[in-house]
């Protein structure tokens, strides 16, 4: 790409997200962004960095996912050093979330209704802990 266009190269702290390019190509200087070639990182950067990047050019008023506090239903674990969304189910009510039991499975991603936000420095999260939720869908608000 970097032969009919401009394209920068980044690494995103995000666990396991690989590496992104964004850039624009061709005479009209079209935006392009390309992806991880993994389908788990890609559908999170594509929600994460993506769809606010289209909804901003759109002239969207919210152009992030909303976020909610909730209790974490049971324990998890994050390797640390990088912010980690984890695929959860958040409850009905939208006062509790448990995180889906394989995370590496592509299957869950259409099981998933929602991202736990783990910080950076977190690499264990206790049940009980309140913890920020993206949700994903929006009949939870």
Known sequence: MEKIGEIKTVEISIESSGR???GTIGPDKTPVVTLPGDPIAAYISFELLIRPMIR???GTANIHRPSVKAKLEKALTSSG???SYVRA???EDGKSVA???SQDEQATLSDANCFIAVPE???SLSAGAQVTVV???RRYL
């Open 20 to 22: 992104h390019n964004f």
């Open 56 to 58: 901003t050019m759109l």
């Open 81 to 83: 050093g990088y912010r």
């Open 89 to 91: 189910i958040l409850s």
């Open 99 to 101: 995180p889906l039991s």
């Open 121 to 123: 420095g977190e690499t």
């Open 135 to 137: 949700v994903l869908e």
